[in-house]
């Protein structure tokens, strides 16, 4: 099996930064697109940040500028740098990895236990 384990959450003032952090482990050959997720209440659920194994990003256009979304293939990890946090940034933040499980050779969608992040004015 594969989990994601997430860390990094927190509650930050206007204006303050976080890094979120993404492990993935278990039965893993290997990983292809990496991404970041969050959902605010009452909203749907919407990609934050996304990195191909190659290392090509792209981002929502409310981020973009302020955070960076990073990966370590070696580690099977991703990481989201967030900066210049604003309110409107609060929502719970899920990782999503598509992992080729070493049992079955065929890749599946993962998703983190999510984190919450929240931002005071």
């Known amino acids: 099996q594969v989990q994601l384990v997430e860390s990094g959450g927190g509650l930050v003032q206007a204006g303050g930064s976080l890094r979120l952090s993404c492990a993935a482990s278990?039965?893993?050959?290997?990983?292809?697109?990496m991404g970041w997720y969050r959902q605010a209440p009452g909203k749907q659920r919407e990609l934050v940040a996304s990195i191909t194994r190659g290392g090509w990003r792209n981002y929502a256009d409310s981020v973009k500028g302020r955070f960076t979304i990073s990966r370590d293939n070696a580690k099977n990890t991703v990481d989201l740098q967030m900066n210049s946090l604003k309110p409107e940034d609060t929502a719970v933040y899920y990782c999503n990895l598509r992992v080729m499980d070493t049992t079955t050779l065929r890749q599946n969608g993962y998703w983190g236990q999510g984190t919450q992040v929240t931002v005071s004015a």
């Open positions: 278990g039965s893993i050959f290997s990983i292809g697109a």
